[in-house]
C-alpha cells in the first residue's frame, strides 16, 4: 500500500481526467547526504511519462498519443519513467507529443519509454527496483528499456560520474533513496544533481524588446511557485522573441543560487514544459 499523506492514491489521480498523476518529485542535492543510502542513475533530458497500463500520460495528466505498435511493448503494470529520444532532442520529442495525429509520425521509432519506478508495488525502493529489473528482462529489445541503479562510493565519485555524462550531452544524474516509499509530491528520497539549479515558472507577461530587439518580446514575466515574480530575459533565441510562450505556459530556467531579496540569480530560459 503506497503512503501518500494528503496527496490522492496514484490509480485516483490517473483516472480522474482533471487530475494529474500523483508523482514521486525531486528535490535537489544538497551535497551532505549518505550516498550508502541511495541508487545512482543517470537524469534523462526527456518528457515524464506515467503508464498505468492502458494510457500513457504526462506530469499534468495529458494524454500522449503514442502508436498502438508502442504502447503495446509495455508492461501489464503502473509505471513511472521518461520518454527520451536522446541527447539534445528533448525540442523534438516536446512537439512530437503535443500534436494530436503523432502516432502516425515514424519518430516513434526513435522514442524509447525509460522506466525507473514502479509505484504500485508495495514496499520500498529496493524491492521496487529488484521487481522492475525482473519486469524489464521480459522486455529487452523493445522500446522500455530499465534505467539502471548503480552505487556511488563518496561524494568526488559522484561529482566525476556526473561530469562524464553533462560531457556527453547529459542532463545530471539521480539520486534515489533505496529504503523510501513511493511518496507523491517533492521528496528528499529523490534528488537531482546537475551542473546548474534550475526551476520553473508560469509566464504572465511580457516586457517589450528595445535596442537591436526592438519589436521583438525582450523579457517573461513569469510567477514562481511561491507566488513571486521575476523578468526573465536571456536564455531566448531571436525567432523564440519573436514567438515568444504563451501567458499561461510553464517554463524551465536555470539559474546560479539566489539573490540577496530570494530571486534566482542569472535566470536564463531553458524550454517550454510541455505537460501543460
Known amino acids: 500500500m503506497l503512503v501518500l499523506g494528503s496527496f490522492l492514491p496514484v490509480w485516483a489521480a490517473t483516472h480522474a481526467k482533471e487530475l494529474p498523476p500523483a508523482l514521486q518529485l525531486a528535490k535537489r542535492y544538497q551535497g551532505n547526504e549518505s550516498l550508502s543510502l541511495y541508487g545512482v542513475s543517470e537524469k534523462f533530458d526527456g518528457v515524464r511519462a506515467f503508464w498505468d497500463g492502458v494510457t500513457l500520460v504526462t506530469r ?9 505498435w508502442f504502447l503495446a511493448q509495455l508492461p501489464d503494470a503502473t509505471l513511472d519513467g521518461e520518454l527520451w529520444l536522446g541527447y539534445g532532442r528533448f525540442s523534438e520529442l516536446s512537439g512530437l507529443i503535443r500534436r494530436k495525429d503523432s502516432d502516425t509520425d515514424s519518430l516513434w521509432q526513435t522514442v524509447q519509454y525509460r522506466v525507473f519506478d514502479l509505484p504500485d508495488v508495495a514496499g520500498d525502493f529496493a524491492t521496487r527496483y529488484q521487481q522492475l529489473v525482473q519486469l524489464m528482462r521480459d522486455y529487452e529489445g523493445t522500446e522500455c528499456v530499465l534505467v539502471e541503479q548503480q552505487i556511488v562510493q563518496d561524494h568526488a565519485a559522484l561529482d566525476a560520474q556526473m561530469q562524464q555524462v553533462v560531457a ?96 534566482p540569480r542569472f535566470a536564463s530560459f531553458d524550454r517550454v514544459r510541455p505537460e501543460e
Open 60 to 68: 499534468s495528466g495529458r494524454v500522449i498519443p503514442a502508436p498502438d
Open 168 to 263: 556527453e550531452g547529459g542532463e545530471g544524474l539521480m539520486l534515489h533513496r533505496w529504503d523510501s516509499l513511493y511518496f507523491a509530491g517533492r521528496s528528499s528520497d529523490l534528488l537531482k544533481v546537475t551542473p546548474l539549479q534550475d526551476d520553473e515558472a508560469i509566464v504572465t507577461g511580457y516586457e517589450p524588446g528595445e535596442g537591436r530587439l526592438t519589436g521583438l518580446m525582450g523579457a517573461l514575466r513569469v510567477r514562481l511557485t511561491s507566488g513571486r515574480e521575476f523578468l526573465l530575459g536571456t536564455g531566448f533565441s531571436d525567432a523564440q522573441r519573436a514567438s515568444p510562450p504563451d501567458i499561461g505556459s510553464r517554463v524551465r530556467f536555470t539559474y546560479r543560487g539566489l539573490t540577496a531579496d530570494g530571486l
